[in-house]
């Protein structure tokens, strides 16, 4: 079992910086990969970065690419999505996620893995 918990979301203008965080815990979550989705009301959830178990993969939307860095410590058991030069449509709950299989991490939505509960980032225009 592997619980995840995120912190850091809340209201910030377009063009500023934001970060969130989520910090892991329970069994070998040092051997997961991570990632962060997120959603909106009335749609579905979608990626938006994922990072291997070592650290040494990434991925990212391709709406987000160049804005948003992941990265882990996992000393930590922690994984950050900084998100830089935010704009109106990066408002929404982002969730985090843990899932053995990096690919399933940054191809699908994961259905084996685990979900935190999701912290809300509102982007003012």
């Known amino acids: 079992q592997v619980r995840l918990v995120e912190s850091g979301g809340g209201l910030m203008q377009a063009g500023g910086s934001l970060r969130v965080s989520c910090v892991a815990s329970?069994?070998?979550?040092?051997?997961?990969?991570l990632g962060w989705f997120r959603q909106v009301p009335g749609k579905d959830r979608e990626f938006v970065a994922g990072?291997?178990?070592?650290?040494?993969?990434?991925s990212y939307a391709d709406s987000v690419k160049g804005r948003f860095t992941i990265s882990r410590d996992n000393a930590k058991n922690t994984v950050y999505l900084q998100m830089n030069s935010l704009k109106a449509e990066d408002t929404a709950v982002y969730y985090c996620?843990?899932?053995?299989?990096?690919?399933?991490?940054?191809?699908?939505?994961?259905?084996?893995?685990?979900w935190g509960q999701g912290t809300k980032v509102t982007v003012s225009s």
């Open positions: 329970g069994r070998t979550v040092s051997s997961y990969a």
């Open positions: 996620a843990a899932a053995i299989s990096f690919r399933e991490m940054v191809e699908t939505i994961p259905t084996s893995g685990y």
């Open positions: 990072i291997s178990f070592n650290g040494r993969s990434t």
